[in-house]
């Protein structure tokens, strides 16, 4: 097929089942960069060892900065990097933090408030790194209600991975078993 057939072939109206007619949809163009994690290459030098000739995982451990890595990459996005490091270093530190907390680790290390707020903030809370939570307090003298943020360290990205990984690994179990037989 030509260039032009190909084009004209792109360009073409489809019916669908109910006789209407609707143009084609633009291919996707991956997965956008605020809802991914990084993983170099298992045999990469930016990896500590994890797993023996044979497959078997080896008992060290990543340290927060590692696994900060696979999050905000270290080679690509160095300053969210940097700030992630800092903050879960914090936050490891103390457990929880309010928001004068927040504010005072901001402006103690001259991180900008839009891009910690808008960049850093709410990718560590999706992958499930940290716990956001809000109380609301109803001032007696005023009636004026405020949620002050307390964030805290969640178990959750680590559960999310081990539950990847744990399938994956009965997948592959389960097909090896199925060849020997």
């Known amino acids: 097929m030509g260039e032009n057939e190909a084009q004209e072939e792109q360009g073409k109206v489809h019916e669908s089942k109910e006789g209407k007619s609707e143009k084609p949809s633009i ?3 991956g997965v956008p ?10 045999n ?12 078997n995982i080896t008992r060290n451990l990543w340290n927060r900065e590692e696994v900060a890595n696979f999050v905000f990459s270290k080679k690509y996005q ?5 700030i992630t490091s800092a903050f879960l270093k914090l936050l490891s530190e103390k457990l929880s933090l309010s928001g004068e907390d927040l504010s005072a680790f901001i402006n103690a290390n001259g991180i900008s408030k839009a891009t910690f707020y808008n ?8 992958v499930g790194m940290i716990k956001i939570e ?7 003298e005023s009636k004026r209600k405020f949620r002050p943020m ?5 178990k959750t990205f680590g559960n999310y991975l081990m539950k990847i990984g744990d399938s994956w690994l009965g997948v592959v179990d389960d097909a090896r078993s199925r060849k020997k037989e």
């Open 119 to 126: 960049r850093v903030l709410p990718r560590l809370r999706r």
């Open 78 to 82: 160095a300053k969210y990097y940097e």
């Open 33 to 42: 960069s605020s809802e991914s994690l990084y993983f170099p290459p298992h």
């Open 44 to 55: 990469s030098e930016e990896l500590r060892s994890f797993q023996d000739k044979d497959e």
């Open 134 to 140: 809000r109380d609301t307090i109803v001032a007696m």
């Open 150 to 154: 307390r964030i805290s360290l969640s």
């Open 27 to 29: 291919a996707s163009r």
